[in-house]
Each structure stands twice: as C-alpha cells, then as structure tokens.
C-alpha cells in the first residue's frame, strides 16, 4: 500500500490528473464552440450541424423513424468533418496557448543560464588573475 501512495503522490500522477480534467473541460470548451460558431457558419452554406451531412455509398438509403438505415449504406462524413475541426481547433489552441509560451520561455531560460555561466567564468579568470598578480611580487 505504501508504494501505491508513493505512486500516487508522485508529481508526475498528480500533473497528469490535473492535465486529464483540464483537458476534458477544454473539450467541452472546444465543441461548444464548433456546436455554436462554426456549424452556424457552415450552416450559411448548408445544414447548421454538420452531423447531417451524409452520402450514400450503396443503393437508396433508406432510414426508419428513428434514424436508422434500413437499407444501403450511409456514409456519415459530417460526423468526421466535425471530429476533424474540433481537433484541428484543440491542437492550434493547444501550440499557441501552451507549447509556444513554454518553448520561449525555455529559451529565455537557457539564454539566462548561459549568460550568468559566462559572467562567473569571467569573474573566475578575473579572480584567478588577482590571486596571481598579489602572489607575483611576493616571490
């Protein structure tokens, strides 16, 4: 039982669980606003859901009144189109709001690191060289 807890504790666990509800609500987020903006923009062209478009590979399609195809098979390519959106939208959202950020700020990161590597080399040459020169007319 301890090294579940342990397992459990671990940073890695507790981000990630954190990662999963954040991105479950940023789902909703995300088809809310294909539900709400961009079907009313396809439906300028069209249907306002997506969800209905739909060809007919084989024979005539044929539904009974719940929606179910009794007959040839339908191909329902809205459903797709709407998945697709939805995750091109979550990962252009995904790069620009998080990974971008992150990776400048990694950037910003490493810069300051070299730079504060490179004043203490010179501070330590400096240094080195004072030790020297108090140690030279004493010989």
Do not use: H
């Not at 195809?69 to 998945?83: M, Q, R, Y």
């Amino acid at each position: 039982m301890k090294g579940f807890k342990q397992f459990l504790l671990r940073g890695n666990v507790v981000e990630f669980a954190v990662a999963v509800v954040i991105g479950a609500a940023f789902t909703n987020i995300v088809n809310a606003f294909v539900k709400g903006v961009i079907n009313p923009i396809v439906g300028v062209f069209g249907t306002k859901d997506l969800a209905s478009y739909s060809s007919c590979l084989k024979g005539p399609c044929e539904l009974n009144a719940t929606g179910e195809v009794t007959s040839g098979i339908l191909i329902l390519w809205g459903s797709v189109l709407s998945a697709l959106l939805q995750f091109l939208i979550t990962a252009a959202v995904v790069y620009f709001v998080l990974i971008v950020p992150m990776n400048r700020l990694a950037a910003r990161r490493k810069s300051t690191a070299e730079t504060m590597a490179e004043a203490e080399a010179k501070e330590v040459q400096l240094l080195t060289e004072i030790r020297d020169a108090l140690v030279a007319p004493q010989r």
